[in-house]
């Protein structure tokens, strides 16, 4: 007699990883880190949207092998909370919004073929595309919309193979490819996103201008005191070399000399002397 056993929804698990590395290359992982902390950055003062890369989406209760791993993924109107996995059942049914898939050799079929069905029956609005090596993709950025249940082409603006840029609605961000290399862009400031190692850096160089600016302000400063305290210094001698030159010629006219002898004596004009005498 066979006897069978029935697994409560408790005891079903769902790995946070498959053994797997997270990138298969360090180009896969510098861009998964980029978008995950340029777009987590961009939206840092919104509660209620979740920024993750190359976590498992389960998006069926009580069956782990639906499951996805989307290399960057954002979703509106989920609490912002670290997260193992994303359980759609658990988070209201809410799943994706906008996904990205770094293609290489191999995930180029799933990436163009079995992921794009997926996300669209999960109602991911946007799917995105990147090949950062060009051997995949042509042209290497790609993305699609959903519009009516289906995925249509998101129109790119092509300047060069490596150089053109798409928009995202969903993120209201700019998709950029700069000779090849991908950046975020808000259409708001003009401005690439950066990553926070990347924020960091232009926050220490702009603290770096501020200092030098405030050192040669000070220097510039002291400069100017040394200066004045030059004046001052010289003014006061001359002042000091006047007195004594005057109260010399007085003792001397008052000793019974004329003002002719003094000349002579302090090697000064007579008009000289008479100053310096009339001052006393």
């Known amino acids: 007699m066979t006897i069978a056993t029935q697994i409560s929804p408790e005891e079903i698990q769902y790995p946070s990883s498959d053994g797997e590395p ?3 290359s360090d180009i896969t992982r510098d861009y998964m880190t980029y978008g995950v902390e340029a777009v987590g950055a961009f939206f840092q003062n919104r509660g209620d949207v ?3 890369a190359n976590s498992f989406i389960y998006y069926e209760a009580d069956n782990p092998e639906a499951v ?3 290399d960057l993924y954002v979703v509106f109107g989920v609490p912002k909370r670290k997260r193992d996995i994303y359980q759609v059942w658990k988070e209201g049914g809410i799943t994706p919004d906008f996904v990205m898939e770094i293609t290489s050799e191999t995930t180029q079929a799933k990436d163009q073929k079995t992921k794009p069905e997926t996300y669209q029956k999960l109602g991911v609005r946007e799917y995105f595309q990147y090949d950062p090596s060009g051997d995949y993709l042509n042209p290497i950025l790609q993305g699609l919309r959903l519009v ?3 995925y249509e082409p998101i129109p790119a603006n092509n300047i060069a193979f490596d150089t053109l840029w798409l928009y995202s609605e969903v993120l209201e961000l700019e998709l950029h ?3 090849g290399e991908l950046r975020f862009k808000d259409p708001q400031t003009g401005e ?4 926070y190692q990347e924020s960091e850096q232009a926050r220490f160089a702009e603290q770096q201008a501020r200092l030098a600016a405030e050192q040669a302000r000070l220097a510039a400063e002291q400069a100017r005191v040394a200066e004045q305290q030059a004046r001052l210094a010289a003014e006061q001698a001359r002042l000091t070399a006047e007195s004594t030159l005057s109260r010399t010629a007085t003792q001397l006219f008052n000793s019974g000399m004329s003002l002719e002898q003094i000349s002579q004596i302090m090697d000064k004009s007579i008009e000289e002397v008479q100053r310096l005498v009339g001052g006393n």
């Open 22 to 24: 997270m990138a298969e």
């Open 68 to 70: 996805v791993a989307p």
């Open 148 to 150: 009516n249940g289906e």
């Open 192 to 195: 690439f996103l950066k990553t």
């Open 177 to 179: 490819l700069i000779s």
């Open 50 to 52: 979740y920024v993750s």
